[in-house]
Structures are given as structure tokens and as C-alpha cells.
């Protein structure tokens, strides 16, 4: 009887993005990169586009994208992301739902998810019907098909959730063994109790009727196997976690057998290094043993439907024993990382957005239905704008929701009504409560997503919101003494966070003092509009003055600012900034603070800034990260040049003395061999930054470094140095005949070899990989019928192999 083996993947991360920006902003704790999903997608999502099999040399002899072997689904948040600043991983997991399509008797690897990760059980039913609806569009538009099952958030399920997806469409969902109360044969009568110590089968799919009368399919995911990928040792090598999937088939079983496992899919990369060529390999050595075969839920769904029933245990999940008390109270589950901290944070948080989702959504309802026919229906059809916010096309949903014409006051009151709704759901996004500590990223994020739903309901509704809500966080301790509660957690990481005009303004205005082109700049999700800007230059001090509109690209609201921003030298930066000045008011602000500029007295620059603009006044601390650490960069970086340039003076005046000493084998003094070390090093960085590094120049700095014994940064030269043999791959694969280019990136890595730097060549190691695969063929035949420059080729591209590690069709070595 056929054996089949299927492999879920749940990939997600929270919504990161500041709510007032709409992007992520630096994240310190993610270095050496920008945020969170940046490091995770280097480490996990990009590798299992393209991962690796090995043979027993660890060279490459495959490349394969997992995503196309097994089931997943993603976030649509995280998409959303990924779209935007990982385009090419992004269009890789499309095409690996297309390939799959091909591979598993059209039906498509990837599932949709529920929209911001909300646990439904906990939800009100038309929370769980828009988060359905808006899973299942934004599925639809990215993989342009209808999804065939649905991912629910933490597996959290009850009856009500189910007759929703059923309701949409949805045909199966996967669930934990312990989430199955009980199970009887479709025709039979007597229902099988299920306990703990006796679980379902989870190798069939089981029927789940509803009281609707619709009926869904789940699949319980082996839930042993599972936790030993997850939290054991089974990703530390492909072949053991094949043979441990395969021991999970059993002869006793009449029916044709399914051993499926679901995990996070951080797991492979990410929680476990190297995790998605375990994978990888795994699925590799069951195909090519023939131990079972490789399908996904869709596919066994439509050759093997249920024959069991199944009741479900309502408000279960799988990551809480208690069910989803987890996510509203303190149940006792926890990460495990801090003994003897309380969540008894849990509630109060929770019952605080109760509280408010309790008052706001009337308001909502009352306000919309001025504007709109079916206020909850157009929340519904809100996820078109999400999925593309060009302005045509927001006024084209605006317009589509009302017979009348809106004026443009009214259709930035029905975005901000929309924005309300879409911040409150966000705010009930499940990563919030699963952690230990209230002032966590995690809950600190629902949080601010609360208080961008707190203050464009403020300004809607005219009702104060946010001391009520504030009353609930009082009652949230934190496990940290200094923060207190909630509240206070709400002071020091929400409430600096949160955005206003004068602050997107401010930002503009101290940017403009190192920015060339003002013309109408982006500011995250913010349009600068310049009518007027002039700046004045004295010594290395500067002085920027304008008139600036700011407008909201999510809701269209706009204001007008002018400003005074001046730049003093080192890290002194500051501006002043007001809306609505009169024309009078900011010439004579102008003249004044011209005058005083050109004077040079700073103290009475700073004063006269103060009284044109008050308490309105901001630095350069104030600027976003991303913003600040560019800023400072440059600021950094000219002082870094001149320091630089008063050190190569010293090694260029010491060099032949520094020569002489290494001849007669004399350690060279601290001061000398230090300033050495910044030369060289600097040097070897800028060759990279070239377009063709100098490779006789790197050969000498190479050896320079070598006769002084100089401690080199190899991680930061490799990550330069394998950026630019990228960048050379890439025009390779644009140009693949180009044996000069082939030579030179050859030529770079054995210049390169005496470093033993690491070298990150993923990206070329896929290109070269590809190009070889598609090309090698056809080089050869013109090599065997005597073509001098085709034999040369192919000699380069076996050379270049080795470099890279990989071993291609037609490279086999005598062994």
C-alpha cells in the first residue's frame, strides 16, 4: 500500500512596522542586520528558496527550493514585507507554489493563513470573518488561486471558527493530536472518547461536521515527530529525520498511511543553523530510497478523503495546555527563559482592548454608516487598499463603497475610520501575549498598534480614549521592578514611538540639511511636498528654511509647515517648526535668523530659534532611527577620514623602517603597527568598493598585511569582497560565454585564498549552479568537436567549481 510523507511549514513573524510609519524601523538586537525579518530571512526564508544538497565531499551536487517539496503557508503581514524589501525571495516562494502545482496533481504547496495571526476562538464573529476574508484575498492575490486550506493562528480552533472558513470556501485545516476529543467512522454511530495517553491517528484525514451543515477536513500533524524537529536533535541530519519519519508508518494500519509533521518554519534556518538543507536532504533521501512518497494536504485530500469524523476540543491549541487561555490570562504557560515571573500581565492588557474595541467599534458603525452602505461589509473590502495603496486605486475602492460623491474631507474621515478598524485587529495579533513580559517587543508592538487606533479615534470620534485604557495597564504588573506596570511600559516605549505632523515635518526638516534633492521625498508613509526651501552654508555650519506640506498616504490628511533647522557642526542639530505660519510671521522669522546665522553667534541663533518656535523645537536625537544613523554616518565618516589621513601620514613616513623591522624579525612598536592595521584595512575595504578592484594592489596589501602581522577584520572584508564576486556573478549570468569576466572573479578568489576569509557565496553558488545546469550541455558537444574557446570554457568553469564548491553534471573527478 502507497506511503506518503507531507511536511508542513508554518512561517510568520509579527508585524514589526511602527504603526505611524508603516515600516520597520532599526532593530539593535537584530545587528549586524537592519531588523528581525531582515536576519530571519537570511537565515531561514532565502535558504529554502534555494537549498543545498551535499555529497560526501559537502560539495553542491543540488539546489532545490524546498517551498516547492513541501506544504507551508506565510503570514500575509510577513509577505507584505517581504514583497517590498526582499523581492527576489518574495518571487521565489510564488514559484515554488507554481512548481508545485505541476508536482502534486495541481494542487499548490502553499495554504493561506488567517490575516494578523488573531486567535479566533477569542474573537468576535466578525473579526473572524474579516481576518478569513482577508487571508484568503491576500492569498488570492499573490498566488493567484483560491486556497485550498487555511492556517489557523497557534492551531486555536473552536466550532465558530471553523464554520467560518467552511463557510468561505476553505476546505481543510491542520490541528494537534490533543485538539481531537473524538472519532467515529463517517457511517458509524458510537463516537471513540479520545484522551491524552490515547490520541488520534494523525496518518488519515478526518471529517468535521458543523451545525451549519457544512462540513471541513483536518489533518492532525504527528505531534512527537514534531516537537523533536522543533526542540530534539532530528535536524541535525537529513537521513535520521527520514528514517524517523519512515518509522512512523506502521503494517498494522488497513488504510493508506500519511505521516505529516507541522513546525515552525524558522525552524529550518533559523532556530536550527543549516536546518533547510537537513530538509532538504531528508526529502531527497526518501524520494530517491523510495520510502514513501512526497505529497502535501491538498493532493492525499483528493485521493484519499476522510472515512473517519472527528469532534474537536473547543478552544484548544497547540502551544497551551490550558487551551487559549494563553493569550488571556495567566495559565501558568510560559517561555520557560525567566522562572518565577508572573503573566499575570495577560488580562488586564486583554480586557483594556476589550474595553476599547467595546466603545470604538458604535462609534465606527454610527460614523461609517454616514459615509457608506454597509460599514462592515466595506472594513471587508478594506484589504484591496492593503494590498495597494496607489492613490487611483484607494479612490476607486472610496468611490465603489458609496452611491453618492465624497468630498475629500469625507474620504479622509472613511480612511481614518478604516485605519481604526485595521489598527484594532492588529492589536489583538497573538505574539503580544505568548511571551513572558509585558514590556517585550512583542506586546509592546499590540500596543502601539492600540495607540494608533487611540489617537485617529480621538480625532475622529472627538472621545477621549486613552485614560481608560491606560486604567487597565495600571493593573498590568511587569516582572521588571523599574517598569512597574503597563502603564509606565506604555510611557517609555509606546507613547516616544507614536508620530504626529510636526514630527514627520521636523524629520523633513532636519534631513534637508544633509540631503541634496528635496523634491517631494518619501518619508516612510509620508509624502513631503517643498513649495519653498533655501539653504545658507558658513564654514561647516548650515541653515535650512521652508515651507513644507506633509501628507498622510494612508488616510490623505495633510498639513502645512514651516520651519527653521540648523546645523552647528559635529552632532548639534536642531530645527523649529510650526503649522499655519502667516507669510509676515515666517519673512521676518526668516530675516531674523539670517541675520544672526551670518553673524556666527550660535547661542543667539539657538535663542532666536526658541522664541519663533517654542516648544515645537527638535534634534538631531529626535530623528528616526534609519534617518539618525544615516546622518551620523556621514558625520562619522568625515571625521574618520581626516583621522584616516593623519594615520596613513604616519605609515607612509614609517614604511621603510616598518619594512626593515619585519626583515630582522622585530616586532613593530604598538603605535606604528595600530595605524598600519586602520591603513591597510581601509584600504583593502575601498579596493571593493570599486567597480574592477586592482587585483596586483590587492595582491600587495594582502602581502603587506601578511610581512607586518597585521590582525585583519575578515568579516568585514569577507562580506565585502563576497558582495562583489555577486555582483560579478551576476553580469556572468547575463553574459555567460564572457571568459574574461570568468578569468578575473577566479583570479579574485585565488588572490583572495591567503585571507581564509568567509566568504558568503550563497547567491553565487545558486547562479553559477543554474548556469552551468542550463548551459553545460551545449558547451560540451561544441568542446568535443574541437572548439579551442568551448574547452577553454568549460576548463574556467571547473576551476571556478572548485572555488565555489560545487560539483555539477559532467565535473566528476577520478576518484
Known amino acids: 500500500m502507497q506511503r506518503y510523507v507531507c511536511v508542513h511549514g508554518h512561517f510568520y513573524q509579527p508585524p514589526r512596522e511602527n504603526p505611524w ?55 500575509p503581514t510577513l509577505l507584505s514585507w517581504m514583497q517590498r524589501h526582499k523581492p527576489d525571495v518574495y518571487e521565489q516562494i510564488l514559484e515554488a507554489d507554481r512548481v508545485s502545482q505541476e508536482r502534486f496533481s495541481g494542487h499548490g504547496s502553499a495554504l493561506a493563513q488567517v ?107 504527528d505531534g512527537p515527530i514534531s516537537q523533536d524537529i522543533a526542540f530534539g536533535g532530528l535536524l541535525r541530519n537529513g537521513e535520521f529525520l527520514a528514517d524517523r519519519l519512515n518509522q512512523a508508518f506502521s503494517e498494522d494500519r488497513e488504510w493508506t498511511q500519511l505521516v505529516n509533521i ?5 525552524t529550518f534556518g533559523h ?96 460614523h461609517a454608516a454616514e459615509l457608506v452602505s454597509h460599514p462592515w461589509a466595506s472594513r471587508e473590502e478594506y484589504i484591496q487598499v492593503l494590498l ?127 540631503e541634496e534633492d528635496l523634491e517631494n521625498i518619501r518619508i516612510y508613509c509620508y509624502t513631503a511636498e517643498n513649495s519653498f526651501y533655501e539653504q545658507h552654508t558658513a564654514g561647516q555650519m548650515k541653515l535650512g528654511l521652508g515651507t513644507t506640506r506633509i501628507i498622510s498616504n494612508l488616510t490623505w490628511d495633510e498639513t502645512e509647515v514651516n520651519f527653521a533647522a540648523a ?32 553673524m556666527g553667534d550660535i547661542p543667539e541663533l539657538i535663542r532666536s530659534m526658541d522664541s519663533h518656535f517654542g516648544a515645537h523645537s527638535y534634534s538631531l536625537w529626535h530623528l528616526f532611527k534609519d534617518e539618525q544613523q544615516k546622518v551620523l554616518h556621514d558625520i562619522i565618516h568625515t571625521n574618520l577620514e581626516d583621522a584616516e589621513n593623519t594615520l596613513r601620514n604616519i605609515v607612509d613616513q614609517h614604511y621603510t623602517l616598518m619594512n626593515f623591522l619585519t626583515e630582522i624579525n622585530t616586532p613593530i612598536p604598538k603605535s606604528l603597527h595600530k595605524a598600519a592595521e586602520t591603513v591597510v584595512q581601509s584600504d583593502l575595504l575601498r579596493l571593493f568598493d570599486e567597480e574592477e578592484p586592482d587585483l596586483a594592489q590587492l595582491e600587495r596589501l594582502i602581502r603587506q598585511a601578511q610581512d607586518w602581522r597585521i590582525h585583519l577584520d575578515t568579516t568585514e572584508l569577507g562580506y565585502k569582497a563576497g558582495w562583489k564576486i555577486d555582483h560579478f556573478m551576476w553580469h556572468l549570468e547575463q553574459d555567460p560565454e564572457n571568459r574574461e569576466l570568468l578569468q578575473w572573479i577566479i583570479a579574485i578568489l585565488d588572490t583572495l585564498q591567503p585571507l581564509s576569509l568567509d566568504l558568503n557565496l550563497w547567491q553565487s553558488q545558486n547562479i553559477f549552479f543554474h548556469l552551468v545546469r542550463d548551459t553545460y550541455e551545449q558547451m560540451w558537444d561544441k568542446a568535443n568537436q574541437g572548439e579551442e574557446a568551448a574547452k577553454e570554457w568549460i576548463g574556467l568553469l571547473q576551476t571556478l567549481a572548485g572555488h565555489l564548491k560545487v560539483m555539477c553534471p559532467g565535473f566528476e573527478e577520478e576518484e
Open 21 to 75: 510609519l508603516e515600516e520597520v524601523e532599526l532593530e539593535e538586537s537584530a545587528s549586524p542586520f537592519h531588523d528581525w525579518n531582515e536576519r530571519i530571512t537570511a537565515q531561514c526564508y532565502a535558504p529554502n528558496t534555494a537549498s543545498r544538497i551535499l555529497d560526501h565531499k559537502r560539495r553542491i551536487v543540488d539546489i532545490v527550493n524546498n517551498y516547492s517539496k513541501i506544504s507551508f503557508n506565510f503570514g
Open 115 to 221: 490575516y494578523n495571526h488573531m486567535i479566533l476562538p477569542l474573537a468576535r464573529e466578525r473579526d473572524k470573518i474579516t481576518q478569513v476574508l482577508w487571508g484568503i484575498r491576500d492569498f488570492r492575490s499573490r498566488f493567484l488561486r483560491m486556497p485550498e486550506g487555511m492556517w489557523l493562528p497557534e492551531t486555536a480552533v473552536d466550532t465558530a471558527s471553523l464554520e467560518v472558513l467552511a463557510d468561505q470556501g476553505i476546505a481543510f485545516t491542520i490541528l494537534d493530536q490533543s485538539q481531537a476529543a473524538r472519532i467515529r467512522p463517517i457511517a458509524g454511530k458510537e463516537w471513540t472518547e479520545l484522551t491524552p495517553e490515547d490520541r488520534i491517528d494523525p496518518t488519515r484525514p478526518y471529517l468535521c461536521r458543523l451545525p451549519s451543515g457544512n462540513s471541513i477536513a483536518i489533518f492532525f500533524y
Open 262 to 266: 507541522a513546525t515552525d518554519g524558522e
Open 271 to 366: 532556530h536550527h543553523r543549516m536546518g533547510d538543507m537537513a530538509l532538504a536532504y531528508c526529502l531527497h533521501h526518501i524520494e530517491r530510497k523510495e520510502m514513501a512518497r512526497i505529497t502535501i494536504y491538498g493532493e492525499y485530500l483528493e485521493k484519499h478523503p476522510p472515512e473517519m469524523e472527528v469532534e474537536i476540543v473547543e478552544e484548544s491549541s497547540w502551544s497551551c495546555f490550558h487551551g487559549v487561555e494563553r493569550w488571556r490570562d495567566d495559565c501558568g504557560c510560559h517561555s520557560g527563559m525567566s522562572p518565577g515571573w508572573t503573566q499575570a500581565w495577560r488580562k488586564p492588557l486583554r480586557e483594556g482592548l476589550d474595553h476599547l474595541r467595546d466603545i470604538v467599534d458604535p462609534l465606527f458603525e454610527k
Open 388 to 514: 495597494d495603496r496607489d492613490p487611483e486605486r484607494m479612490d476607486d475602492f472610496l468611490v465603489g463603497q458609496t452611491s453618492r460623491s465624497l468630498t475629500r474631507e469625507e474620504k479622509i474621515k472613511l480612511l481614518k475610520l478604516f485605519e481604526i478598524q485595521r489598527n484594532g485587529m492588529l492589536a489583538y495579533t497573538s505574539c503580544g501575549w505568548f511571551f513572558d513580559e509585558i514590556s517585550g517587543i512583542e506586546t509592546t508592538q499590540v500596543m502601539k498598534y492600540a495607540a494608533r487606533m487611540i489617537q485617529l479615534a480621538e480625532e475622529v470620534f472627538q472621545t477621549p480614549l486613552e485614560e481608560e485604557f491606560l486604567g487597565f495597564l495600571k493593573q498590568a504588573p511587569s516582572n521588571i521592578p523599574e517598569h512597574g506596570n503597563g502603564r509606565r511600559v506604555y510611557d517609555k516605549f509606546v507613547k516616544p514611538a507614536s508620530v504626529d505632523f510636526l514630527f514627520v515635518g521636523s524629520h523633513y526638516a532636519l534631513s534637508s540639511l544633509f
Open 567 to 598: 546645523y552647528l557642526g559635529e552632532h548639534n542639530a536642531n530645527c523649529g517648526i510650526l503649522e499655519y505660519m502667516s507669510p509676515e510671521a515666517f519673512q521676518a522669522m526668516r530675516e531674523e535668523i539670517e541675520d544672526v546665522f551670518y
